[in-house]
């Protein structure tokens, strides 16, 4: 079931990555996180906010997660798209307008983000189910030591995006995204499309990146923030480290929960 006003949403999976950091030989998406590939995870936490997903993927192991989601389509409808030139987050989403169809709202997280809470995916879905939603939604975090670092004015609006990956200076604490977003129609059909046209690769990088596009958009249109439940849920998935990190505390709030 579809939760949130019965809000038709779609949710985009960018998994074109080959997880050389992650030491796998496997595709970063099905790499396991404590047995369980990282699709089923997202899977899991997501399928009752949304009805179909995309996942954009490397072609050389489209066949490989194209075979994985046959098996669970009838958990989730799913729909593949190739990316097959690694240039970046930003154009890997736009892939996916192909194969949109009627989505009133757009979801995007990153596959190596399997540590959303169920409180927080909740709560992005309330937000954007009001009579009149915002633009984008997107929950966020305050860490030490940021990887990235939104930047608000008096009004609290985010005017600009830090990225420790591209060499920005960063605070010693700030407040980041979770890889987790929600986006009405026209914003990733319009808005996100006219960012694209001007938009520029990443100093150290040289991708085009997503992030960037929030302080854009705040600047057009109303971007609202949600807070998200643990910083642990903020933590993607990069390094056997980062795995090790997050399979640990998944497990710890198993063996907690209430059964």
Known sequence: MIVGAQMRRTLIVPAAGLGSRLRTARPKALVPVNGRPMLDHLIERHRPFVERLIVIVHPSFAAEIAAWLDRHAAVLPSHIVEQPQPTGMLDAILLARSALDA??????????????????????????????????????????????????????????????????????????DMGLFSLSRHAYERDLREYASVASTGAATGERNFLPFIAWLASRADVATIPCTDPMEAVGINTPEELAAVEAWLRGRAATSPS
């Open 103 to 176: 989505a009133e709202r757009v979801w995007i997280t990153w596959c190596d983000q399997v540590g959303v809470l169920p409180g927080t995916a909740a709560r992005l879905a309330d937000a954007d189910a009001v009579d009149v939603p915002p633009a984008l939604v997107l929950p966020t975090v305050i860490t030490q030591h940021p990887y990235i670092h939104f930047t608000r004015d008096a009004a609290r609006r985010i005017v600009s995006v830090l990225q420790r990956r591209e060499g920005d200076a960063m605070p010693e604490a700030g407040e980041g």
